[in-house]
């Protein structure tokens, strides 16, 4: 049976180079909104506007380091030192 199943299975992607990368014209048009209300939290008033798509890249590196190693890390950075020492706690445990 995995005779037969391995001759008809065909490679439909050789390479990277057909995978088709997102770019800007595929992102819906955002319309942006100006609030002009201070932020009271802020000594300065500010208002923060970028760290929305700073939160996934830890997240998704940690789940990689937990799947790799087992290990689920809490700070940052990650390093390879961090990494180190918690494999090292967990063995003490």
């Known amino acids: 049976m995995a005779a037969r199943l391995a ?3 065909r490679l439909v992607n ?23 209300v201070s932020n009271p939290g802020h000594p300065y008033g500010v208002r923060g ?3 929305i798509s700073i939160v ?3 997240a998704a590196i940690a789940n990689a380091i937990h799947n790799a190693v ?6 940052l950075p ?11 706690a967990r063995e003490s445990e």
């Open 49 to 51: 506007a970028g760290e």
């Open 7 to 9: 001759d008809q299975v």
């Open 14 to 36: 050789g390479s990277y180079l057909d995978c088709r990368i997102p770019t800007c014209s595929d992102v819906p048009t955002i319309e942006t909104v100006i609030v002009e």
């Open 56 to 58: 996934p890249p830890p």
């Open 78 to 88: 990650m390093s390879p030192t961090h990494i180190l020492e918690a494999l090292w």
């Open 70 to 75: 087992d290990v689920r890390m809490h700070i």
